[in-house]
């Protein structure tokens, strides 16, 4: 299994594609975000500097590991290589766990640009902060990685791309990826994986500390993502 995540994450980081939308894209995102709010503020008296380097963030990592997985695992039913890994023998779960922490691992670069950006403009936290803001952003990607997997085995070859795209964009809409999710839609944001992944940040603005309901409605979303995963990986093999 250590091989694979091996073979993944250089997969990974030789990928054009990746370095672009994953670890440009983000960066150039939040640089025209805070020149729109002129270093302003956002709702909720957010400075907008701080509250878009963590959505943008959030956006080039959910990015990296749920377009990632799934277009990759759709290509390689298509092409027979998940075929090939069915004849070695690496169990179903050792092959979903490498899918999960590959991806995972890959979005650390992502984050690290958008807080480099975000420190450049001057977006001020103690180094305890900068840390704990990276981990916990780091660990909460393993979930859209687990998602990403369940979709490259839910979906068609020739239809994951849309689907991804159509379902990242929903939950980023309300997910306070673009905007602060308001009073009104909060209650209904808290089933959003994407909403609950931004709210991992609130423990870095002064008088807040880590959302524990946060943390646990992403863990529950892991375990969830994660048995799908498994379930359609079983199912596809007996189709297979």
């Known amino acids: ?37 002129h270093g302003g503020n956002v709702e909720g008296g957010i400075p907008a500097k701080a509250y878009f380097m963590v959505s943008m963030a959030t956006f080039g990592a959910v ?30 779960w050792a092959y979903t766990t490498a899918k999960i922490a590959a991806c995972a691992v890959t979005t650390l670069p992502a984050i690290l640009v958008v807080f480099a950006v975000g ?3 001057g977006v001020e936290l103690s180094a305890a902060r900068w840390a704990g803001l ?20 839910a979906a068609e070859p020739d239809a994951v791309q849309p689907i991804v795209m159509i379902a990242y964009m929903v939950m980023a809409l309300f997910g306070g990826t673009w905007f602060p999710v308001g009073d009104s839609l909060r209650p209904f944001a808290r089933f959003d994986p994407v909403y609950l992944y931004n709210e991992l940040a609130s423990f ?18 892991l375990v969830v993502f994660a048995a799908a995963a498994a379930v359609l990986y079983r199912r596809d093999t007996e189709q297979a």
């Open 1 to 37: 299994m250590t091989t694979l995540i091996q073979l993944e994450i250089v997969r990974t980081l030789r990928n054009k594609r990746y370095l672009l939308f994953t670890l440009l894209y983000p960066g150039l995102l939040y640089v025209f975000f805070i020149s729109a709010h």
């Open 63 to 92: 990015g990296a590991v749920l377009t990632g997985n799934a277009q990759r695992i759709s290509l390689e039913r298509g092409s027979g290589w998940v075929r090939q890994l069915r004849l070695t023998a690496l169990p179903g």
């Open 204 to 221: 870095s603005r002064p008088g807040h500390s880590l959302d524990l309901a946060a943390v646990a409605g992403l863990a529950g979303f």
């Open 119 to 121: 420190y450049f403009e």
């Open 134 to 153: 990276g981990l916990a952003l780091w660990l909460g990607s393993f979930v859209f990685a687990a998602l990403g997997v369940a979709l490259g085995y």
